[in-house]
């Protein structure tokens, strides 16, 4: 039996989602067991899905499509009923311009791995279910997740913490107690707009020469109550690790300090406790990442996730033919961004939304 491979599932411990279609299909969507009886703003959750589209920037990939969302399940009003189901239509898509690789995998895709495993039953076009178009779905559930941790006094805020080796502000550098996140609804979220105009002169040099360029995102949820989460597998870093993996173009995470603990002696990586002066029991530092033995300890929740250089790129490449077994070059069609760093914000809060919802 050829396994069903236009379908992707997470089974969590208080909802599950099943993601389904491809980047070039007539449809994407997803359905989502667990958000039953919670209500959602759609004007809200399409203002949030509006900031994975494509930009107006020159770097932002010339596939313009709307991510407008069509709930299919039964509701009544805005409250969910029964299990979740909502897609989004492909309106956009270019298939033929991916008819030259059907043999020829584009280094660093899903291509080669997915038609040894497949076969010809691989849907290629775009990167079919691999591609970051995938991604809208996500942030459909992700959304409504958020909308509903809000209620509860929890804020979760992304931003572009790097591109190349352009590395802006983040969440330590700023006046953490007066600075305001709402303003990071923008087409280039970065802490300090000062930061903006070296970011984006490392994607043009990438552009002009036909390439492109990853970066990093880094992540604040405030609000988290102390004790939630579990330890071991069910971890607050294991069950937002398990989501961020599922954004295509992750490639690395880390909480609080991350890999910088391992230069720091435990004196200085230690999260001394105190009392402030509401009585409210919080560390000196959060080297921690607001997570002690995998639950919230009640400081911000932070992490950053390393986005790679998108792989397809103008730049002639070295490949091979599967069906000659021969080594080949590879020059790749279609409309594709030099940097999807930007796009890949939102997605990261929608990840970060499901991660706490299922662990509350």
């Known amino acids: 039996m050829t396994k069903d491979i236009q379908r992707s599932i997470y089974s969590g411990r208080k909802i599950s989602l099943e993601v389904f279609g491809g980047s070039h299909t007539e449809e994407i969507g997803v359905k989502c067991e667990g958000l039953d009886g919670y209500t959602f703003d759609g004007e809200q959750l399409q203002t949030f899905l509006d900031r994975r589209k494509p930009k107006k920037e020159a770097f932002s990939t010339s596939r313009k499509e709307g991510d407008n969302f069509i709930v299919k399940s039964q509701m009544a009003g805005d409250k969910i009923e029964g ?17 030259s690789l059907i043999k020829t995998p584009r280094p660093s895709h899903a291509d080669y791995v997915a038609w040894i495993k497949y076969g010809d039953s691989f849907d ?30 929890i804020e ?32 280039f979220p970065v802490l300090d707009d000062s930061d903006t105009e070296k970011m984006k002169e490392q994607i043009e040099s990438a552009k002009v020469q036909g390439d492109s360029v990853g970066g990093s995102i880094e992540c604040v ?16 870093e294991s069950v937002i690790s398990t989501l961020a993996f599922a ?14 603990l391992t230069k720091m002696l435990g004196s200085i990586a230690n999260d001394s406790f105190y009392y402030d002066a509401d009585g409210k029991v919080k560390t000196k530092t959060n080297h921690n990442g607001g997570i002690n033995g995998g639950m919230a300890n009640g400081m911000p929740i932070t992490f950053r996730v390393a986005i790679k250089p998108t792989p397809s790129i103008a730049k002639e490449q070295d490949t091979i033919n599967l069906e000659q077994k021969t080594n080949v070059k590879l020059v790749i069609p279609g409309r594709h961004d030099s940097c999807i760093v930007p796009r890949a914000v939102a997605v990261i809060e929608a990840i970060s939304a499901i991660a706490i919802f299922d662990l509350m």
């Open 156 to 187: 979760i805020n992304a931003y572009i913490r790097s591109i190349g080796t352009a590395v802006g502000k983040g969440y330590n550098d700023v006046d953490q107690n007066q600075f305001d996140f709402n303003n990071l609804n923008k087409d």
């Open 83 to 99: 299990e979740f189901l909502a897609v989004i239509k492909n309106s956009n898509a270019k298939s033929g311009d991916y008819s």
């Open 124 to 153: 290629y076009r775009g990167g079919g279910k691999f591609s970051g178009r995938m991604t809208a779905p996500i942030c459909i559930v992700g959304g409504i997740c958020k909308q509903i941790l809000e209620e509860k006094g």
């Open 221 to 236: 949820i405030k609000g988290v109550p102390v004790g939630a989460g579990e330890y071991m597998f069910d971890s607050i």
């Open 247 to 260: 954004v295509p173009a992750v490639k690395g995470i880390e909480f609080g300090s991350g890999f910088d």
